[in-house]
């Protein structure tokens, strides 16, 4: 086994090098490896912060029986039902690493990863530190998703937005000094974080290596979609919205957070309104798209980041344009999905 990294410089306020946040929600099929793979983690000063997020399942005693036999240090948290982003938010209450990272329960990662992104972090005194994964699907297939940007300026992280948390380790002093935190919608929650996350980050690492194992399992929140599920982003939007404005943000980074929101909206969240089963559903969901941009963000059309044909489907477009360009993103959408 590798040994801790030498590159150790913990404040005194800080017990751990990482703490991993897992959020878990009926997941007694999964949660034993997921558990496992971090209790194998290379890095030594490593805490685990489990949420059980009101399971009906096995899932806490699953937890519990990793807890008595792991080396690593465990805290185990259990509240009612209150989804992903308030699980997590509780965790976040309880770190005590010099960096933060998150992993899902029914995911798992290579035993080396934690170790690898904490010496790159110290490395290049990095805020956030990036991997890839791997990714099986849901007919069984598995597909590597590590072509990361290596070197992104400010301006790439709100316009090629990677805002899966289990890619990610966040210095905790953003977090606690920024309020950084996830949304509690049923949805979404990880949009919010990663927004009010990005203007305060100076200095990024990325590691070019599939370190997390992902699974997309049938009935996942990413798998199905309804209006309901879709609409969890307008709720995230205005929070981030609030964010900027109480923070003095708009100023510089305004444009920036426009051309994030309006893509989302235009292409990932219209990607997954494909996976809406009713035609009607599907165009009154893009119905409220349209709406939801034209109040949110009239001047669009003046946003300088826009550039090429995205920039001209992004600042111009409405319900007809996301119509027509439905089947395309449908199509990639699907196929990140392997649905």
Known sequence: MSASPALVSLSSDDLFCVSVVVAAYNAED???????????????????VIVDDGSTDGTLREIG????????????????NGGQGNARNLALAHCQGEYIGFLDADDFVLPEMFEMMYRA??????DLVRCGMRCFTGNGSSRIYSKIYLHP??????????????????????????????????????????????PHVNQIACIDKPYVCRRVLSGSTSS???????????????EVLAYYKNHGLLK?????????????????????????????SKREMIRLISSFITKRFPGRSKNGEMHGMMGLYLRYGGKISMLVALPLL?????????V
């Open 330 to 338: 449908s199509r990639r959408y699907k196929s990140l999905l392997g």
């Open 121 to 126: 972090a110290v490395a290049e005194n990095a």
């Open 30 to 48: 999964t949660i034993g490896e997921c558990l496992a793979s971090l209790d194998l983690q290379t890095l030594e000063s490593l805490e685990v």
């Open 224 to 238: 199905t979609a309804t209006v309901e599920k879709c609409s969890q982003i307008f709720p995230v939007i205005d």
């Open 153 to 198: 300026q400010k301006g790439d992280l709100f316009k090629r937005m990677q805002v899966q948390p289990y890619l990610h380790l966040v210095k905790s002093t953003l977090v606690s000094t920024h309020q950084i935190t996830f949304a509690e919608t049923r949805g979404s929650e990880d949009i919010a974080f990663f927004l009010k996350l990005f």
């Open 252 to 280: 510089r980074y305004g444009k920036l957070l426009e051309y994030s929101c309006v893509r989302l909206l235009m292409c990932s969240r219209v990607g997954w309104c494909s996976l809406i089963e009713d035609g009607r």
């Open 65 to 80: 029986e990793f807890a008595a036999k792991s080396a690593k240090s465990i805290t185990i948290l259990s509240q009612p």
